[in-house]
């Protein structure tokens, strides 16, 4: 069964560093989200990506955050001057009308 | 735009009894509604899923129910067994449908 991947499955960053999350979404799927989720609280959306433009994003996806869509399979998350507060699980999902996602990336910011 | 409250947020039942939990929206647009389980140290995975032109829709042991004139729908387990543990999710989109709002989750403890 196709499935949405992540890499890597965790990693640790000192604060201010930049980070790129990848994911390689379910082939035939056109729409990309990607989710944090910090430890012990609800699932938040960030951003979704269509067509190769976002289509939404969230209060939470401020100017240090964008996405990228560089080789039409894999779609990356990446955080410029990642913060303290920055730590939490990262999903990305694709979606052919349901929404499937990956297993995360841990991030710790130190 | 959509609010999800869910209920409980933790829920302790016998092995072999049956859960439900339940969860609210406020967009009366919404017509899509899905459950995800997240396991531990892993990504939320969809169980189950509804659309509001259905009320009810089953999956073995699954179910969900959907009443959209009081604007809740219900994830029910029966026969529960300790792989059941989990935190369970529910969701609903804004009116655009690209993004969803999740419910805060509801850990679910099969006792044995």
């Not at chain 2, 189950?48 to 129910?65: C, F, H, L, P």
Request: contains cysteine.
């Amino acid at each position: 069964e196709p499935e949405v991947t992540q890499t890597p499955s965790h990693q640790v960053t000192q604060m201010g560093q930049e980070v790129i999350l990848r994911c390689v979404p379910i082939s035939n799927h056109l729409y990309f989200y990607w989710y944090r989720q910090i430890l012990g609280q609800k699932v938040e959306f960030l951003v979704s990506f269509y067509n190769n433009e976002i289509s939404e994003k969230s209060e939470i996806f401020d100017d240090q955050f964008s996405v990228e869509r560089p080789d039409g399979s894999n779609f990356t998350l990446k955080i410029r001057s990642t913060k303290l507060e920055d730590s939490a699980m990262y999903f990305c999902a694709s979606s052919d009308g349901t929404q499937y996602f990956g297993p995360g990336t841990r991030l710790l910011v130190l | 735009g959509e609010n999800v409250e869910q209920h409980p947020s933790t829920l302790s039942v016998q092995e072999g009894d049956s859960a439900v939990i339940k969860c609210t929206y406020s967009d009366s647009a919404s017509n899509y509604f899905p459950w995800y389980k997240q396991e531990l140290g892993k990504g939320p995975q969809l169980i189950i899923d509804i659309r509001s032109n259905v009320g009810e829709k089953k999956d073995q042991r699954i179910a969900v129910t959907l009443n959209k004139t009081a604007k809740h729908f219900s994830l029910h387990i029966t026969e529960t067994q300790p792989e059941d543990s989990a935190v369970y999710f529910c969701a609903a989109p804004l009116d655009s449908n690209y993004q969803l709002i999740w419910g805060a989750g509801t850990k679910l403890i099969i006792k044995p």
